[in-house]
């Protein structure tokens, strides 16, 4: 079993720093939000997608730690009543999309609240029962620190 963290927890610091974290207790897979509710706090499709010398850099941050990307994340509502905020929604899962094809990543985090025309989800399966205890104590642990 791989077991992997959503890099959101880590969201206040930077993304060197919170993959630094990550590693140091053992966990070398990350879920990293793109977008939407999850927020851009370590990665931003718009601007990785703009700037290959940004996308270099990220990738490499993550090598540094040899830590791998699992999925984006993206969720929002690309229907919401207010127009701005249902294309801002639209915008960062296309963004998102775009990037993790840049990546190679294959799987996506998209909640498309009240619209199922896209059907790009790939939810990952963890067996809780299988989940080491003291890993995940270490993890809560650093997220409180």
Same mark, same amino acid.
């Given at each position: /079993?791989?077991?992997?963290?959503?890099?959101?927890?880590? #969201?206040?610091?930077?993304?060197?720093?919170?993959?630094?974290? &990550?590693?140091?207790? #053992?966990?070398?897979?990350?879920? &990293? #939000?793109?977008?939407?509710?999850? #927020?851009?706090?370590?990665?931003?499709?718009?601007?990785?997608?703009?700037?290959?010398?940004?996308?270099?850099?990220?990738?490499?941050?993550?090598?540094?730690?040899?830590?791998?990307?699992?999925?984006?994340?993206?969720?929002?509502?690309?229907?919401?009543?207010?127009?701005? &905020?249902?294309?801002?929604?639209?915008?960062?899962?296309?963004?998102?999309?775009?990037?993790?094809?840049?990546?190679?990543?294959?799987?996506?985090?998209?909640?498309?609240?009240?619209?199922?025309?896209?059907? &790009?989800?790939?939810? /990952?399966?963890?067996?809780?029962?299988? /989940?080491?205890?003291?890993?995940?104590?270490?993890?809560?642990?650093?997220?409180?620190?």
């Amino acid at each position: /079993m791989e077991l992997s963290v959503l890099a959101n927890l880590y #969201g206040s610091k930077p993304l060197d720093e919170a993959l630094k974290t &990550i590693s140091s207790l #053992g966990v070398h897979s990350v879920e &990293i #939000g793109a977008g939407g509710y999850p #927020g851009k706090d370590h990665c931003d499709p718009e601007k990785l997608l703009a700037d290959p010398k940004a996308l270099e850099e990220f990738k490499n941050t993550f090598k540094k730690y040899d830590v791998e990307i699992c999925a984006l994340a993206t969720h929002g509502n690309p229907v919401h009543p207010n127009k701005a &905020i249902a294309e801002q929604f639209d915008t960062d899962m296309r963004n998102t999309i775009l990037l993790a094809e840049k990546l190679g990543i294959d799987t996506l985090k998209i909640s498309r609240k009240h619209l199922a025309s896209l059907e &790009i989800v790939q939810f /990952m399966n963890v067996d809780s029962n299988e /989940m080491n205890p003291d890993i995940w104590m270490k993890l809560s642990n650093s997220i409180n620190q």
